[in-house]
Every structure is written in C-alpha cells, then in structure tokens.
C-alpha cells in the first residue's frame, strides 16, 4: 500500500507534464495509445455521434478532441493544472466545442447532467485512493449507459521494460497492492479482481473485457528499431473494461 494521497499524486503529474512532451502527444498519444489503446476505446464506445460523453481524466485533452471529430459532445475533467491549462489552450485555437474542467476526478463538480458515456483511460491504476473516483465516474452517467475504461493489466505491468531484459515476462507479485515508483509519476498495482468487484459494488452490468496485442504488421516495422516490441505481440499490457450503469 502507499501513503501517497489523491492531491499528491495530482502534484506529482502536474510537476512532471511538460509543454514538449504533451505538444507531441496531443493528436492521439504516443505508440501504445496510437496503436492499442484508442482503437479499442473507439470500438468500446461506439458510435459517439451527438452523444454526450465525459473524458474523465483527459490529460492534455488528445482523446477528447479525437472524440469530438466523431460528433461527440465532450466534456473533459484533468485533475492538474499543467494538462487542463494545455487543453484549452488547445481549444480556443480549434474550437471544438470541447469543456475543459479542472477537477479531482473523485470530486466532480455539476457538469451539465448525464452524460450517455463516460471514458476514463489509463487514469485509475495512477490515483492512490481510487474507488471514489470510480463512483463518480458511474455517477455521471445515465441509466443505460456507459462505462469504458482502461488501465495498465495488473497482470502484465511494466510488459515492455521486463521483456527487453529477459526476453520474457516475469512478475512477483501480485495479490499485494502496492505503488509502483517511475520518473514521472507512480502507478498502483491491485488485481483485476479489485477493479471487477468494484464495477459489481456500483450496480454495473459488465458488457465485456478486452485484452488487445499489437498488429503483427505493425510489430514488423517496429523491430528494427524496437526489438522487445515483440511482448506486445504475446502478452496485453492494457486492459479495458466496458460496464452498462444500471442506475441502481
């Protein structure tokens, strides 16, 4: 376990998110978000035309733009200022019709309403004390609608680091919960079961599971250059989760 607190770890991405690296993220992410996770999310949600969604946990806003060149109507939620900040600034030049809001993803203010979908990706596994932000996000939608979200695989963190040194995954623990310590920002480690049983706890009708690899072709062109990109051939290092919100 950590005793890191929510408004610590907003601290601790606020400090770490630079102009540079989000400028060359903010059209759809890095490799991993390019070529796994945005395809997946994109196919979990389906069609978001006219729909009212909630990126929780936005970042610099890549995803909630993606989603509003599909005709969605988005509000984005980003806990630190360094991100939010990006994301509007980003707005006011393309004019989206995106919100930004600068909130604690646990806190929520009034946004407006229900929202027909609601998408948190990679946000869960880096917030210490994330269950209530997990209510919020089912608070938010309505009855009937949806709940897609994404994190590290519990099963399989740190895929690619572990792999370029053993040609092989390896993984100790765990059943244990605990912080997982990296330059920029810590992540937290619970089993998959913690993540499932707390979507039951809410009232949520599990839709389904997803585990994606890596497009062997685009593996292909990668390895010159990338050798250990083979473990996203072999083994998920994201895991989503898309869940009906029942209204209790």
């Not at 630190?80 to 930004?100: N, P, V």
């Not at 646990?106 to 946000?123: N, R, T």
Request: charged share 25%; hydrophobic share 40%.
């Amino acid at each position: 376990m950590t005793s890191r607190t929510n408004e610590s770890a907003i601290e601790q991405w606020d400090s770490s998110a630079t102009h540079e690296v989000m400028d060359a993220t903010a059209k759809d992410g890095d490799f991993a978000k390019r070529h796994l996770v945005n395809p997946t999310l994109l196919r979990l949600l389906g069609d978001v035309r006219g729909r009212r969604v909630l990126d929780a946990g936005c970042g610099n806003g890549y995803f909630s733009r993606i989603l509003a060149e599909r005709g969605a109507q988005v509000v984005g939620v980003e806990p630190t200022h360094t991100m939010s900040a990006f994301a509007r600034e980003k707005e006011a030049g393309l004019r989206q019709g995106i919100t930004y809001v600068q909130a604690d993803l646990a806190h929520l203010p009034d946004l407006g309403g229900p929202f027909d979908a609601v998408v948190c990706s990679m946000v869960l596994m880096a917030i210490p004390d994330w269950k209530p932000a997990m209510r919020a996000c089912v608070d938010a939608v309505r009855p009937g609608g949806r709940l897609v979200f994404a994190v590290v695989h519990p099963a399989f963190e740190q895929l690619f680091s572990t792999w370029r040194e053993h040609g092989a995954y390896r993984v100790e623990r765990y059943l244990e919960e605990y912080e997982i310590v990296s330059p920029v920002a810590s992540d937290y480690h619970r089993p998959l079961s913690a993540y499932l049983n707390e979507l039951a706890s809410l009232g949520c009708r599990l839709r389904e599971i997803a585990e994606p690899g890596l497009d062997p072709a685009v593996a292909a062109e990668t390895r010159r250059t990338t050798p250990a990109i083979d473990s996203y051939l072999h083994l998920p290092n994201f895991l989503f989760f898309s869940a009906e919100v029942t209204g209790g």
